[in-house]
């Protein structure tokens, strides 16, 4: 099955710096990447996606890259601010497999003002 | 963004009692998945649930686990009888499956604790 592996576990970045966030996965067949972010106690909430037919997509200060012939891919937060202070979490899946999420371990992000 | 709710948001149980937890999505969707994240841990994918039955689960959904959609709305997964292990947030999340379909949203989460 999916395996998907995220680094760093813990990231802390001044604020107006940029952050990056790594992962990578196993199954050749996963077509469907989703970012999410989760604060303290609540829902992960999905803050940019990208497809495998796709190698960057952007939204505002977040972007996120994607090499398949690699098996892995990436968050870009630009001009930090403390409300980026989150648990972010990778995924992956593909449409073959009823789309279940296999998710990264989760980076715990802290913007210092 | 669809909306989801959840409840209750926290249960509170003795090992080896029943739960039921539910999910209500806003409006007519037809995937429907459950996940479970253990207190500082990633999330974990449970089982997903097409079209009134289970397509996919995970080693984790052994037969303690049950899920069903009982009146074409709610969304419930049970467990049987629980163990401490079991003590978790469980999201249940939807999937739209139109402009985006592979897009899950997730729902605020029922808080378990096993005694």
């Known amino acids: 099955g999916e395996n998907v592996e995220q680094h760093p576990s813990t990231l802390s970045v001044q604020e107006g710096d940029s952050a990056v966030i790594k992962c990578t996965y196993s199954?050749?067949?996963?077509?469907?990447f989703p970012w999410y972010k989760q604060e303290l106690g609540k829902r992960p909430q999905l803050i940019i996606d990208i497809r495998s037919n796709v190698g960057e997509k952007k939204d505002q200060r977040i972007a996120v890259t994607l090499n398949k012939t690699a098996k892995h891919f990436s968050l870009h937060i630009t001009e930090t601010q403390p409300e980026d202070s989150a648990v972010y979490f990778c995924?992956?899946?593909?449409?073959?497999?009823?789309?279940?999420?296999?998710f990264g371990a989760g980076t715990q992000v802290v913007v210092t003002p | 963004e669809p909306e989801v709710t959840q409840t209750p948001s926290h249960q509170v149980t003795q090992m080896g009692q029943e739960v039921i937890l539910r999910c209500v999505p806003i409006s007519n969707h037809l995937y429907f998945y459950w996940y479970r994240q253990i207190l500082g841990q990633k999330v974990e994918f449970l089982v997903s649930?097409?079209?009134?039955?289970?397509?996919?689960k995970s080693e984790i959904f052994d037969d303690q686990f049950s899920v069903e959609r009982p009146d074409g709305s709610n969304f419930t997964l049970k467990i049987r009888s629980t163990k401490l292990e079991d003590s978790a947030m469980y999201f249940c999340a939807i999937r739209t499956g139109t402009s985006k379909p592979d897009t899950q949203y997730f729902g605020p989460g029922t808080r378990l604790t096993v005694l």
């Open positions: 199954d050749s067949a996963s077509n469907y």
């Open positions: 649930f097409y079209n009134n039955e289970i397509s996919e």
């Open positions: 995924a992956a899946s593909s449409t073959d497999s009823w789309g279940k999420l296999q």
